[in-house]
Structure formats: C-alpha cells, structure tokens
C-alpha cells in the first residue's frame, strides 16, 4: 500500500518541449536621407568593404565592427549594397518551452474522470534574446539593438479537471 501511494505522486511524470535554435535572420541595410530613382523604391548605400559585426560585449550599442565600409551613393544611383547583407546577420536565438504535467485518477468518483495538473515555462532558462539592430544607416540609432525579442521568463501553474 505504501508503494503505490509513492507511485501516485512521484511516478508517471510526463514532459514536453519546444526548442528553437536560429543563427540570426539577414539584415537589410537601408539608407535615410537618399535620393532614389522615381517609383523604384529606397536607396541603399554604397558598400565598399565587407561589414563584419561587433563580437564584443558592447555589441547592443555598436552592432556593426566596422560601418565606415558604408557610403552614402551618388543621387538616384540604387546603391551597391545587397538587399539583404549575408556577411553580418541578426544576433541568433536559442529559446525553449517546457512543461511538465501528471495526470491523477478520479475513477472513485466517476469512470474515466481525472485531473491534470500542468507546470509551463516560457523561455525556460531565461536567456536574453536580442532582436536585430537598426540598419538604417545616416539614422540617428544606426547599428544599435534597441529591445528583446522575447519576453523574460513566465511560468504558470495549471489544475484541469476532466470529467
């Protein structure tokens, strides 16, 4: 007897997961203040160099290693810049969700019934996740990451009764 009431608490534990693992989106580098052809759309600026991104602890303030390898291009040229830049890419995310849920036996009180209860976290180990910087280039915020893509951590406690 003692055995079981152990198993009805400690035994039958289930869990679940989602995990998501990005390396970063590519950024795409824009121009404020440009000349650009009629109807054709936004000027990018002129890339003279390869941008690489800051690995530094001061890259939420800095993103960019090196932007003088951007140029502002000559009026209602389209600029050399590609549309999205591969070289330097998004800050990457690794975010996971997870629970953990038992479900007890109400069969004394009605065939079939039991109650569930759920313990879920979202972003479960906390981790900052960055979204990308502005790529607004002569903007006044250029290569600086502004705000967190997900919300810290946030737990919630759930009792389902299923009858």
């Not at 995990?19 to 936004?42: E, M, V």
């Not at 040229?77 to 990457?92: F, K, N």
């Not at 972003?123 to 960055?130: E, I």
Request: some cysteine.
């Amino acid at each position: 007897m003692e055995e079981a009431t152990v198993n009805a608490f400690i035994g039958g534990w289930q869990t679940t997961g989602i995990w998501r693992f990005t390396d970063g989106r590519p950024i795409a580098l824009g121009l404020q203040g440009g000349q650009s052809l009629p109807t054709y759309g936004g000027q990018r600026p002129d890339l003279v160099g390869t941008l690489t991104c800051n690995k530094g602890a001061d890259f939420l303030t800095n993103y960019f290693a090196n932007p003088d390898v951007l140029a502002v291009p000559q009026p209602f040229a389209i600029g050399t810049a590609p549309r999205t830049e591969g070289s330097c890419r998004q800050p990457g995310q690794a975010n996971a969700n997870l629970s953990i849920f038992k479900q007890f036996s109400l069969a004394k009180l009605r065939e079939g019934a039991h109650l569930e209860f759920r313990l879920e976290t979202y972003n479960a180990f906390n981790h900052p996740q960055f979204n990308g910087p502005n790529a607004t280039f002569q903007g006044g915020n250029f290569g600086v990451i502004p705000n967190q893509a997900y919300s810290p951590r946030q737990a919630q406690a759930v009792l389902k009764v299923y009858w």
